[in-house]
């Protein structure tokens, strides 16, 4: 697996989750991704971004383009230095929420992509990083 | 505010027409309910049709958005039908889980007019 292309959009604001769409958008289509499969990863990305702002106040997106064979395909990696998440498994429970949502974010994302990867320290903040292999 | 952002409210009759952008940010999708709840209030309208054609992305915010808007609506004695959601939309919004409530829904802006029409028509009648 190589990395084709990479870059990252900060997320501070709420406007911020906006520009972390349409970054991760024009990348999809550069890959060449169908209108679903963007629908898919845009939507991701908006619940995970929003995870970023509304639970760490703020973090970053670090996008990639992925080639692995003849597969394209683009990872996201969401990084904050927020709170942390006590217990994963909880928090990819359906409907499981701590910040008055509607707790579909991480399971839904979890949905949406081919693989999703949690890794988080009580205290020192989260990494979520999502996988999407483009269909032959 | 570029075009992809803006909300489009017209009155066409007495139905208020709500025409979202293709990728809304937070404060547009939260200006969305502000604005038609005014327009509800300030203008002779009975019913809302949220069109949803353009928009190309449906995530979990701007879903409970849009039922909430409706069901505030329906406590202002107004009945609200949401019109053209795209197909890559409807399976995505499927897929993560979110509803839009009991909200009537049509496949395009031409039918839930005259659907609205149509309830103002029989309203009338039964006075």
Do not use: C
Not at chain 2, 14 to 26: C, F, K, S
Not at chain 2, 95 to 112: D, I, K, P, S, Y
Request: hydrophobic share 40%; no cysteine.
């Amino acid at each position: 697996m190589t990395i084709q292309d990479q870059g990252e959009v900060r997320i501070e604001t709420e406007a911020d989750i906006a520009v972390a769409r349409r970054a991760v958008r024009d990348l999809a289509a550069k890959i060449g991704f169908g209108i679903t499969e963007t629908a898919r990863i845009v939507t991701a990305v908006s619940e995970l971004g929003r995870n970023v702002h509304k639970y760490a106040g703020g973090g970053v997106m670090q996008w990639h383009a992925l080639k692995n064979g003849g597969n394209a395909g683009l990872e996201l990696r969401f990084e904050d230095q927020g709170p942390g998440i006590a217990d994963i498994n909880e928090a990819m429970r359906e409907g499981y929420s701590t910040g008055g949502g509607l707790g579909m974010g991480l399971p839904g994302a979890k949905r949406l992509m081919d693989h999703l990867d949690i890794q988080s320290t009580v205290g020192k903040g989260t990494t979520v990083t999502v996988r999407k292999w483009r269909r032959q | 505010m570029n075009v992809n952002e803006t909300i489009s409210v017209i009155q066409i009759r007495n139905v208020l027409l709500v025409t979202m952008p293709a990728d809304p940010d937070d404060s547009t999708i939260a200006a969305l309910q502000e604005r038609t709840l005014e327009a509800m209030n300030n203008r002779d309208v009975q019913g809302l049709v949220l069109d949803l054609s353009k928009v190309e992305i449906l995530d979990s915010y701007f879903a409970r958005t849009v039922a909430e808007t409706a069901q505030m609506v329906g406590l202002m004695g107004g009945t609200t039908i949401i019109a053209g959601m795209r197909p890559a939309v409807a399976i995505t919004a499927t897929e993560l889980g979110v509803t839009l409530g009991r909200t009537r829904t049509v496949m395009t802006v031409e039918r839930a007019l005259e659907l609205a029409g149509q309830r103002q028509v029989n309203g009338k009648q039964q006075r």
